[in-house]
């Protein structure tokens, strides 16, 4: 049972894997036997998260610097991956903003840019670059995460959960087109977990935190680790069937 979940051998690279969900999901691959690549803006921050992560794990783990909203250095990204670990095999884009809470009509240029740029175009573009080179090796599985609120929308989000409702299309798309391939696209989509994107948003509308957890069936926040096991699942040939879905985890809001 243990071999259905097992990444012994694998290479997972997680953007977004420094701090919140994105570093509970590298962590928890590490942990089932993959190396891990982490991202984030900063390469300072990939080094020290990849450090405190190898230490815990015993798994090679390396950061590299990488802004998902900058179409050049995602090229670069995945020119230093391959070079240094020859081959991935799990593709998690994680890394996501939503940077305030933004009526329709006051949404503009700049921040509609943003926020699609980092979210969308981003994701898009890492995918197009990793799905091929996954065809040619062993194939892979390739997890976009969107949040819940894809499904719904909600008043002043609606930026950032338009992207997220796209990235579920595009999610779609990219299963039709890389099935042949041997490549799995799967989304996978949040609920409410305490991170700083919560509290984030919690700083900005009072009660916000308590909304979210009354609006699941469960009444509360997940902690960050509660995502690992879906991550593990839609990586790894526990899997194998799944492809062009979508897995909520959370607490049954809907
Ligand atoms: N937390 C929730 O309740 C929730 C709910 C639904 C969906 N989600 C989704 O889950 C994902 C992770 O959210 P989170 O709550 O864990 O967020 P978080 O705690 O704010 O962490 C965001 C991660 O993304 C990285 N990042 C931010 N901007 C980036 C950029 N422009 N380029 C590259 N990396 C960037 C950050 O690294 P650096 O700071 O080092 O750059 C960090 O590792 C997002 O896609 C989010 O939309 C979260």
Same mark, same amino acid.
């Given at each position: 049972? &243990?071999?259905?979940?097992?990444?012994?051998?694998?290479?997972?690279?997680?953007?977004?894997?420094?701090?919140?969900?994105?570093?509970?999901?590298?962590?928890?691959?590490?942990?089932? =036997?993959?190396?891990? /690549?982490?991202? =984030?803006?900063?390469?300072?921050?990939?080094?020290?998260?990849?450090?405190?992560?190898?230490?815990?794990?015993?798994?090679?783990?390396?950061?590299?610097?990488? $802004?998902?909203?900058?179409?050049?250095?995602?090229?670069?990204?995945? %020119?230093?991956?391959?070079?240094?670990?020859? $081959?991935?095999?799990?593709?998690?884009?994680?890394?996501? /903003?939503?940077?305030?809470?933004?009526?329709?009509?006051?949404?503009?240029?700049?921040?509609?840019?943003?926020?699609?740029?980092? &979210?969308?175009?981003? +994701?898009?573009?890492?995918?197009?670059?990793?799905?091929?080179?996954?065809?040619?090796?062993?194939? =892979?599985?390739?997890?976009?995460?969107? %949040?819940?609120?894809?499904? #719904?929308?909600?008043? =002043?989000?609606?930026?950032?959960?338009?992207?997220?409702?796209?990235?579920? &299309?595009?999610?779609?798309?990219?299963?039709?087109?890389?099935?042949?391939?041997?490549?799995?696209? &799967? *989304?996978?989509?949040?609920?409410?977990?305490?991170?700083?994107?919560?509290?984030?948003?919690?700083?900005?509308?009072?009660? #916000?935190?308590?909304?979210? *957890?009354?609006?699941?069936?469960?009444?509360?926040?997940? $902690? +960050?680790?509660?995502?690992?096991?879906?991550?593990?699942?839609?990586?790894?040939?526990?899997?194998?069937?799944?492809?062009?879905?979508?897995?909520?985890?959370?607490?049954?809001? $809907?």
């Amino acid at each position: 049972m &243990n071999q259905l979940f097992d990444l012994s051998g694998k290479v997972a690279l997680v953007t977004g894997g420094t701090r919140g969900i994105g570093n509970s999901m590298a962590r928890g691959l590490a942990e089932a =036997g993959a190396d891990v /690549i982490v991202t =984030g803006r900063k390469q300072d921050g990939c080094d020290a998260a990849a450090k405190e992560m190898a230490e815990r794990t015993g798994r090679k783990v390396l950061g590299m610097a990488c $802004h998902m909203g900058d179409w050049d250095q995602i090229d670069a990204l995945v %020119t230093r991956a391959y070079d240094t670990c020859g $081959h991935v095999d799990v593709l998690v884009n994680n890394a996501g /903003i939503n940077p305030a809470f933004v009526t329709v009509e006051n949404v503009t240029s700049e921040y509609w840019d943003k926020v699609y740029g980092v &979210n969308l175009k981003g +994701p898009m573009r890492l995918a197009a670059l990793v799905a091929p080179r996954m065809g040619q090796s062993a194939g =892979g599985s390739i997890i976009n995460v969107i %949040t819940v609120g894809a499904y #719904f929308g909600g008043a =002043g989000v609606g930026v950032y959960s338009s992207c997220k409702a796209a990235l579920l &299309n595009l999610t779609r798309v990219m299963a039709s087109e890389w099935a042949p391939l041997g490549v799995r696209v &799967n *989304a996978l989509a949040p609920g409410p977990f305490d991170t700083d994107m919560m509290r984030g948003a919690a700083a900005a509308v009072p009660g #916000f935190s308590e909304g979210a *957890a009354a609006a699941t069936l469960q009444k509360r926040v997940a $902690h +960050p680790d509660e995502i690992i096991g879906s991550v593990l699942y839609l990586a790894s040939e526990a899997s194998s069937f799944v492809t062009g879905g979508d897995l909520i985890v959370a607490g049954g809001m $809907h």
